[in-house]
């Protein structure tokens, strides 16, 4: 069974501070990385691809290192608005045919900004 | 742009009571999965298919079936409702293979039933 690690949180940070959030996982073949964010009570929508050589979205920072399976969410200056659930994603292939593959999710560490 | 659809929003069914939960999407996506989310064990794949006649099992297929004859569509069945199947249950569609490896995951709104 493929596993995708986090950190268990909860995280609670003032405005403004930096947080990085940490994920692991057991496949050294997995294709393609990715953060999800999900609010309360909705459903998951995509933050960020992670690609090899890091990548930055304005405040988001992910990095990706295959050597020890690891993937990281760093977001700078975090604002009340950033306060939600963030989901590591894991996307391997599957033997089912052409452009099979499967997503794994870790269960995700819950953000929340304070004022 | 409709995206993903998923209804209803809510179901509460009696044990053994059998339901179907649709799904249909307009994104001509390839790809198409259903999850069951609950508390502490995040997101768990029931079943996805890469196109219209093709199914496959996830993670925690037992007690769900599926079929995906159009490439719309991809409902998922319950066939004798059971109390472990309290849960929130989402469906998601993206492009798959090639080029397009890194499609993101278009979610639905969620489906959440209660068996008693």
């Known amino acids: 069974r493929k596993e995708v690690e986090q950190d268990p949180g909860p995280f609670n940070v003032p405005e403004g501070a930096t947080v990085a959030f940490n994920c692991t996982y057991s496949n050294s073949a997995s294709q393609s990385f990715f953060w999800y964010r999900q609010d309360c009570r909705k459903e998951p929508k995509l933050l960020m691809s992670v690609y090899s050589s890091g990548n930055e979205d304005g405040r988001f920072t992910a990095q990706l290192n295959r050597a020890s399976q690891y993937i990281s969410l760093l977001i700078r200056d975090s604002k009340l608005s950033d306060s939600a659930t963030y989901l590591c994603v894991v996307r391997d292939r599957t033997s089912s045919g052409a452009g099979s593959y499967q997503l794994t999710f870790g269960k995700g560490t819950k953000l929340s900004v304070i004022p | 742009n409709a995206g993903v659809t998923q209804t209803p929003k809510f179901q509460v069914l009696k044990t053994g009571q059998s339901m179907t939960l649709q799904c249909a999407q307009d994104m001509n996506h390839e790809y198409m999965s259903w999850y069951r989310q609950d508390p502490g064990m995040g997101l768990r794949l029931i079943h996805y298919s890469v196109g219209a006649g093709i199914t496959d099992q996830g993670e925690v297929p037992n007690g769900y079936n599926v079929s995906r004859s159009t490439t719309e569509d991809f409902p998922l069945r319950l066939l004798s409702a059971a109390p472990s199947q309290t849960s929130v249950y989402f469906c998601?569609?993206?492009?798959?293979?090639?080029?397009?490896?890194?499609?993101?995951?278009?979610f639905g709104n969620g489906t959440r039933l209660t068996v008693t």
């Open positions: 998601a569609s993206s492009y798959s293979g090639g080029s397009r490896y890194n499609s993101p995951l278009h």
